[in-house]
């Protein structure tokens, strides 16, 4: 089983890079955002306490998420491996994710650290924002939700660089450019 955790600032094209991951390695790719977002459509408990903090730009508490990603992984016993997208956002929700696999014999065996510069993740959002009609891609909101990534969220690339699992990804130019970049570290740990 291989386990990734797809990293960067939102914007970063983790959605699109786990997209191909999912086609040319077989893996199930758990984005927190899509599962709490489906969540909120089925107006549940979960989604109803995630829609008013993501509609602030604030994360949900980690322990709602780890149970979230715990009962989705146990859905897919035989699965190759997954890719977690969203997930984790700080040291604690990294040291939890440890402790849930490790659990279930299972661990992150790498992290890809997708770097993208600033404008480009505001043009990006904002390109989002108007193509998917998604409510947190406005300039208020993005600004907010990067200046709580580079806060909250960079220092989880230390945790995972104590471990030797981080993999910096250079995040400009074209998916398919991304893409090779990502297989040639996936294929590096893996050989």
């Known amino acids: 089983m291989f386990n990734i955790v797809i990293f960067g600032a939102p914007g970063s094209g983790k959605g699109t890079q786990s997209d191909f991951l999912v086609k040319k390695y077989n893996l199930v790719h758990l984005s927190t955002g899509d599962l709490l977002r489906a969540e909120i459509a089925a107006k549940s408990e979960l989604g109803k306490i995630a829609e008013g903090l993501i509609a602030k730009g604030e994360f949900v508490p980690d322990n709602l998420i780890i149970d979230l990603l715990a009962g989705t992984i146990d859905k897919y016993p035989?699965?190759?491996?997954?890719?977690?997208?969203?997930?984790?956002?700080?040291?604690?929700?990294?040291?939890?994710?440890?402790?849930?696999?490790?659990?279930?014999?299972?661990?992150?065996n790498i992290m890809l650290n997708i770097a993208v510069d600033n404008d480009e993740l505001v043009a990006r959002l904002l390109n989002r924002g108007k193509t998917s009609g998604r409510s947190d891609d406005n300039l208020e909101t993005i600004q907010q939700r990067l200046k709580t990534y580079e806060e909250k969220t960079m220092p989880v690339i230390d945790f995972y660089d104590k471990q030797g699992k981080n993999?910096?990804?250079?995040?400009?130019g074209t998916m398919e450019d991304v893409f090779d970049r990502i297989c040639q570290a996936i294929d590096k740990v893996n050989a």
């Not at 035989?78 to 700080?90: K, L, V």
């Not at 993999?167 to 400009?172: L, Q, T």
């Open 167 to 172: 993999n910096p990804i250079a995040g400009m």
């Open 78 to 108: 035989s699965a190759n491996g997954f890719i977690f997208d969203g997930f984790p956002r700080t040291v604690v929700q990294a040291g939890a994710l440890d402790k849930m696999l490790s659990e279930r014999s299972m661990q992150v």
